[in-house]
């Protein structure tokens, strides 16, 4: 196995997943899963998230449905995004249940000839995709010609749940609208992460969190659930003057100890945090910081150390909390960008440990 690995604590997820539903009402979770589960690995995660009794998942391409069906898993899948007409038949292979936005795609599904269950989205203020609220009621009558046709849910995204309430308030009624025209009887679902936090009483019949799941946002009793570990594949200790890295971007200031480790970013290390971030060990059960030195390559990065370590030391490359130098979320604020983009950049490449009350129960790649 690779002296580099993701491990992911599946007690941190249940926590979170548990913490984010108790935020609106205890309501059924739609567990988002795309994008690899924002990096962490979709079908153990995913697994997971039906174990503690997710009432689907939600993914945004038809591929990553299929790795989740390939694996087994027999649950709701709900393809998020506009439903493109071409993908029609993949759908109802798969047996997901497709996100209808337009007419072209419920027209394409219909013509299939099969019965599909669909959801659909609502736009009420994202303005990426979904009907409009104020063409509910001819959506409606519509629909209703498809006899293929099931409309189970009904749904609409947050453009900014996280600050703007004015806005947000305004899609919610938008909503309403919509409900008001289709009635009850449906399943009705509305908040993100965002939304579940703060307008959790919109919970409705489900809320469909991603980010939070994965523990990506401070200051809301989230823990982050992915820890990236790696060995050392050398350590020395190097005279005062020596450049380290592409473009010599760092130079020893007197006899430095410098570790490398087989990770970078090929592996989702942004190359940005170079002489920024740091990475973390535990000698004698103590934290002991250690700045990352010279550019971050393809697949290594240098760190410098207090002192000598053995190959068999283990290093936090990402800690599991909001440190500003260390976790997913500092290394989006070191380089300008929102922490769901450092997780997704978790490259595949790396081997995925998953942990439950500190024991492995799965491992891939
Ligand atoms: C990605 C996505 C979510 C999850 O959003 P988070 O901010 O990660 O909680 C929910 N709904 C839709 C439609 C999405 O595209």
Redesign the pocket.
């Known amino acids: 196995m690779r002296p580099a690995w993701l491990e992911i604590n599946l007690d941190a997820l249940a926590h979170n997943y548990n913490l984010l539903r108790s935020r609106a009402g205890n309501t059924q979770v739609i567990g988002?899963v795309?994008a690899n589960a924002y990096g962490h690995g979709a079908v153990e995660v995913g697994k997971e998230l039906l174990r503690l009794g997710a009432w689907g998942l939600?993914v945004?391409t038809t591929d990553e449905a299929r790795e989740l069906r390939k694996a087994g898993i027999v649950a709701r899948i709900l393809l998020?995004?506009s439903l493109h007409p071409q993908q029609a038949r993949e759908v109802v292979e798969l047996d997901l249940i497709p996100s209808i936005s337009t007419l072209e795609s419920a027209e394409a599904l219909n013509a299939l000839g099969k019965p599909v269950t669909v959801h659909l989205e609502f736009d009420t203020g994202m303005g990426r995709v979904g009907f409009q609220p104020e063409e509910a009621p001819q959506v409606k009558e519509h629909l209703v010609r498809y006899e293929n046709l099931l409309v189970q849910g009904i749904y609409s995204?947050f453009a900014d749940a996280e600050e703007d309430v004015l806005w947000t308030k305004e899609q919610i009624a938008h909503f309403k609208q919509v409900q008001q025209v289709f009635g009850p009887g449906y399943f009705y679902h509305l908040c993100?992460?965002?939304g579940t936090f703060n307008f959790g009483e919109y919970g409705l019949s489900a809320v469909?969190?991603?980010?939070?799941l994965y523990g990506l946002l401070p200051h809301l009793g989230l823990k982050p659930i992915a820890r990236l570990l790696a060995k050392p594949t050398q350590v020395k200790e190097l005279p005062p003057g020596r450049r380290i890295g592409y473009s010599g971007l760092y130079t020893t200031q007197g006899r430095e100890w410098i570790a490398t480790l087989p990770v970078g970013y090929a592996d989702g290390i942004p190359r940005l945090v170079f002489n920024r971030a740091t990475v973390r060990y535990y000698p004698d059960d103590q934290p002991c910081t250690c700045p990352v030195v010279g550019r971050v390559s393809m697949d290594q990065i240098t760190v410098k150390l207090p002192g000598p370590v053995g190959l068999e030391q283990v290093f936090e490359v990402v800690t599991p909390d909001f440190d500003p130098t260390s976790s997913l979320w500092g290394w989006a604020e070191l380089t300008g960008t929102v922490s769901?983009e450092p997780a997704v950049r978790l490259a595949a490449r790396l081997p995925r440990v998953y942990l439950r009350d500190g024991t492995e129960v799965a491992r891939v790649g």
């Open positions: 988002v795309k939600a945004a998020m995004g995204h993100n992460t965002a469909r969190p991603g980010i939070g769901y």
